[in-house]
């Protein structure tokens, strides 16, 4: 993962609005809560014109996606002439059973602060984390924001040279961490 200063989402939405261009947000990974606010562009006080969340829109049970846009852009589709519209669905368009899961979702982000809780154990976990390119020969870089961490591994510290593919290292680190309750994933 890499993760940008809420300054530089700031001033990217900064720079679309100058020049018109329309900034489209790819949430599925870290919207949700994971970030310690609803969606990550909170954290910038950022609204994009497209904001797209998925994964845990369903708690994960149901295959279920969103893309959501600003007023504006909504009205310039919104026309009684179809050939104006902006249509657009695909095989799960409206599954009631998805919406229902994707409802029941919502409620229960809401009832159990779950943005507000991985704002509090994500402050832990970042600072736990933080003193590992020091602890550890094989961490490059250590990066996140509440729940959604980045551990870089490194064959050597001083190139940042990345551990190589080859390596048993990454699935010996996520076995352990599997160990321990913590869910991990190797990029």
């Keep these: 993962f890499v993760f940008q200063p809420p300054e530089y989402l700031a001033r990217v939405?900064?720079?679309?609005?100058?020049?018109?261009?329309?900034l489209v947000a790819?949430?599925?990974?870290?919207?949700?809560?994971?970030?310690g606010r609803f969606t990550a562009c909170e954290q910038a006080g950022v609204r994009p014109d497209?904001?797209?969340?998925?994964?845990?829109l369903t708690g994960g049970f149901l295959p279920l996606s969103v893309v959501l846009s600003?007023?504006?852009?909504?009205?310039?589709?919104?026309?009684?002439?179809?050939?104006?519209?902006?249509l657009h669905s695909h095989s799960y368009t409206g599954n009631p059973l998805a919406c229902a899961a994707a409802l029941a979702t919502l409620d229960l982000l809401e009832e159990l602060d779950v943005p507000g809780h991985a704002a509090r154990v994500g402050a832990h976990?970042?600072?736990?984390l933080a003193d590992f390119t020091e602890r550890f020969d094989c961490v490059g870089d250590v990066r996140g924001i509440g729940l959604?961490?980045?551990?870089e591994m490194?064959?050597?510290?001083?190139?940042?040279?990345?551990?190589?593919?080859?390596?048993?290292?990454?699935?010996?680190?996520?076995?352990?961490?599997?160990?321990?309750?913590?869910?991990?994933r190797i990029s």
């Design 13 to 22: 939405r900064e720079l679309c609005t100058r020049h018109e261009v329309h």
């Design 26 to 35: 790819d949430e599925i990974a870290v919207g949700m809560g994971r970030t």
């Design 50 to 56: 497209f904001l797209c969340l998925g994964k845990g």
């Design 70 to 86: 600003t007023d504006e852009v909504y009205a310039a589709f919104y026309d009684d002439d179809v050939a104006r519209g902006f």
């Design 125 to 128: 976990l970042q600072q736990r």
């Design 148 to 151: 959604m961490a980045g551990i």
């Design 154 to 184: 490194v064959s050597d510290k001083a190139a940042r040279t990345p551990v190589p593919r080859s390596s048993d290292l990454p699935q010996r680190v996520a076995r352990e961490a599997y160990r321990r309750g913590l869910m991990v």
